[in-house]
């Protein structure tokens, strides 16, 4: 049954491989259920948030392991979820009661349009139209992206007043432990262990249980510093949903037509061009796109993606979107649907052992989004730099911006706006393609957008 559902020999993998794949998909998205509450739990109920965001992700990642048959998990889309609930609600809706509601109404809106565009296969001619040059230089930016996420997430990597960025207190428990966590992966890898990446990442949780046992790693959550051992106080807790689930304001939006759409085109083009990178860089390390660079069953991929937005605004959580920790579990071998079905039960059983997957910390995943960061930063080898100018630059510029402004939406958009320039001021106009074109507006009213601070 499950060959037939999955095609897991034509995919060169078996039932073991995907499993495991889907575990260690999960366990580095986990995050997610216990920062989404954090950040939405400002303007609305935490604990609806937690099992909202629970259960969209497990709708829409089924749907994407059933549906499109790809490793790829989904969830509450980090950046949008702060745009949610800083930008939207506490911003632009601060004077409003319950603005969240106004919110809601526009991530529906924005899932029902996705939807459309999924039935009109247009994010699936943008992930075609994108030269191939750019799609490589799309997954090694998204590559270093990741691995900034869990240098981060371990305090390898800090903030700084001086230099921006710095090194971390290399005395720090987190630091320590995320580092011998990647090396137990790199050297497992090295022997070819199979689910290397979740034994390093279930390591990492151990010692680092230790250390707060020893006293090394010191509890004090107004730090952010949580304890690692699991308590089950409140794991049995389901009555937040009543306060998240269907609360929409079609009033507000119909009477202010002109900034709800306006609140409504943000999250589409962040979540559009999110996706279509997470989607490009996962699907190129999994070796699933073809021969001329191109996606089989994308429309499905996007139709997962659209879909749990829709529900995800029904239950009560911010937009719903492709995950690139996905590339954790393709890493390990993942590369069906089999994996994705995998990470949405384990999305389900969060719901009641909730506090097992969010007492692992960041800095235990950590280890596993640097080691992945490390293989998907590989696809520059497939960088063509000598060819053509405009390849080169937009390259560069996708790689270099989707870092540095930490958004592959950022990374994207001056990878094509430069590629289309270039390509008209060196006379190959005639090398842009419509879809291309298409594109480049979509970028250029963003830009403008910016600019006018319409948004």
């Not at 004077?95 to 991530?107: C, H, K, S």
């Not at 999924?118 to 230089?137: D, H, M, W, Y």
């Not at 492709?322 to 949405?344: I, K």
Request: aromatic letters at 12%; proline letters at 3%; charged letters at 10%.
């Amino acid at each position: 049954m499950l060959e037939k559902q999955f095609k897991l020999k034509e995919n060169g993998t078996n039932v073991k491989t995907e499993i495991l794949a889907g575990i260690t998909t999960f366990l580095s998205m986990a995050y997610i259920l216990a920062v989404n509450p954090n950040i939405l739990g400002k303007v609305m109920n935490a604990n609806g948030v937690f099992l909202a965001t629970a259960l969209a992700s497990a709708v829409a990642t089924f749907i994407m392991g059933f549906f499109a048959n790809y490793p790829i998990a989904l969830s509450a889309g980090m950046g949008l979820n702060a745009y949610f609930a800083f930008t939207v609600c506490m911003g632009e809706l601060g004077d409003e009661p319950e603005p969240f509601r106004i919110a809601l109404t526009a991530v529906l809106v924005e899932g029902i349009i996705f939807i459309l565009m999924s039935f009109f296969k247009v994010r699936e001619s943008i992930v075609t139209g994108i030269p191939q040059n750019l799609k490589f230089a799309i997954t090694t930016g998204i590559g270093l992206f990741i691995a900034l996420i869990g240098l981060l997430g371990a305090d390898i990597v800090v903030a700084d007043d001086s230099t921006t960025i710095a090194l971390g207190n290399l005395k720090s428990p987190t630091v320590v432990l995320a580092l011998v966590g990647f090396i137990i992966i790199a050297v497992l890898a090295h022997y070819g262990v199979k689910g290397a990446v979740l034994i390093g990442i279930l390591s990492t949780w151990v010692l680092g249980m230790v250390a707060e046992l020893i006293g090394w790693y010191e509890v004090d959550p107004e730090a952010g510093f949580n304890s690692l051992v699991p308590s089950f106080t409140n794991a049995f807790n389901f009555s937040g949903i009543g306060e998240t689930a269907f609360k929409f304001n079609f009033t507000w939006a119909a009477e202010h037509i002109v900034r709800f759409l306006a609140i409504v085109f943000s999250f589409l083009f962040v979540d559009l061009f999110d996706t279509v990178g997470t989607v490009v860089g996962v699907a190129d390390k999994a070796n699933l796109l073809d021969e001329e660079g191109k996606l089989p069953r994308a429309g499905r991929v996007f139709t997962a993606d659209a879909v749990g937005t829709t529900i995800g605004a029904c239950l009560g959580t911010s937009t719903v979107t492709s995950f690139v920790e996905s590339s954790t579990g393709v890493a390990v071998g993942g590369r069906t649907g089999l994996a994705a079905c995998t990470t949405g039960i384990l999305f389900l059983v969060s719901m009641v052992l909730s506090p097992i997957f969010l007492a692992i910390p960041s800095f235990a995943t950590a280890p596993a989004l640097i080691y992945v960061g490390m293989l998907m930063f590989s696809s520059c080898k497939k960088i063509d730099f000598d060819h053509d100018m405009a390849d080169t630059v937009s390259s560069y510029l996708a790689i270099i911006m989707m870092l540095l402004t930490y958004s592959i939406a950022n990374g994207i958009m001056f990878g094509v706006l430069s590629w289309v320039i270039v390509k008209v001021f060196t006379r190959k106009a005639k090398d842009v393609s419509p879809i291309m074109s298409f594109i480049f507006a979509l970028f250029v009213l963003r830009v403008v957008a910016l600019v006018t601070n319409f948004m």
